[in-house]
């Protein structure tokens, strides 16, 4: 089931450039006029500008370089659409207001299954709870009707046995340099919180284990209440009316929070550089935030596989929320195929960030620890238990 998308594309502006396009293609006569010849030149330079009109306007051709009205290059945004263009742009002129937005991929060197990918993810293990179908673990109706499973797996999977990676961190030093917008994420798993990142610099889109909420009468708990009643196998209930307090992810039926909405409004207005991270840039709404980037906003690109291009048959229509990296009209996408973490290290050796960003994980992974030495009385049982109960 897909979530709602509540984003209204933004089609208007592909449709202006595109009659801007076929504006900018002067008549045969404009074109004789200006030259000022007659005969088989003007045909010549008739033919020249349908060829280009062609090339410009339906993508044939196929030239290396980006080439905008009249055959002119486009004005790129970045002179060298490359990972090392990018980064040396960025040596020499400086982002200044930067937004990232992560999925699944950014986690996964931490340890915390990718639930959407099905055999090496989540749901390969909810086997056990004889569900009527998988994603009905993060579905309110039938969360609503039976809660158990949802609890059950929350505790195998509750945050805090895991550790941000590198790529949080990288997210976080971007703020400490005073670059950082704002730091959007599908995860629900509290890592992008856990690097210290504050509170007003994220955007759980898909919610968090964070913050919860009585379903009945909404009553707030926070997320050590929480963990309590997961930990010591209760049925989280409401103190205030007896209704079932659920950890404030985004289940499936549910809208997302508000500030998802209003956020990237100003979010993307300033935005100069916008870096995607982890995400198979699949899931609506969250893979349209990168058309909300204006036309002059670098988008970068950090994942293992090459995503979010638009479809080849053309007759489908334009995707929105396609990047343009490796294609010839391309005018501001960087592509960086690879882990994230091998991505950040990259990006913070050529930026000259290298120490920095692994001073600042060696200091927070051991205040992490130190937390978690102070709240080890709340302990998660250990792992195989029932194994040991089976084996003979
Ligand atoms: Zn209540």
Redesign the pocket.
Known sequence: MERQANIAPERNSSDEEEKEKKDAVPSTSTVTAATGSSGTESEDVTMDMIRRFFTQTLGFGGSSSAKGENGVPVDKVIPDLTFEGLTSHWREHGFKKIVTMVGAGISTSAGIPDFRSPGSGLYNNLKKYKLPHPTAIFDLDYFEKNPKPFFALAKELYPGSFVPTLAHYFVRLLHDKGLLLRHYTQNIDTLDRLTGLPEQKIIEAHGSFYTNH?T????AYDMAWMKEQIFSDQLPT?E????V?KPDIVFFGESLPADFYTCPETDFKDCDLLIIMGTSLEVHPFASLVQRAGPRCVRLLINRDSVGQASLVPWMGPDDCSLLYNKPNNTRDVAYLGDCDSGVEELSKALGWYDELHQLVNEERKRLKLEEEKQSHVKKPAQGKQEKKTSK
């Open positions: 009585c009945k009468c909404r009553k409401c205030q009316c007896q209704g307090v």
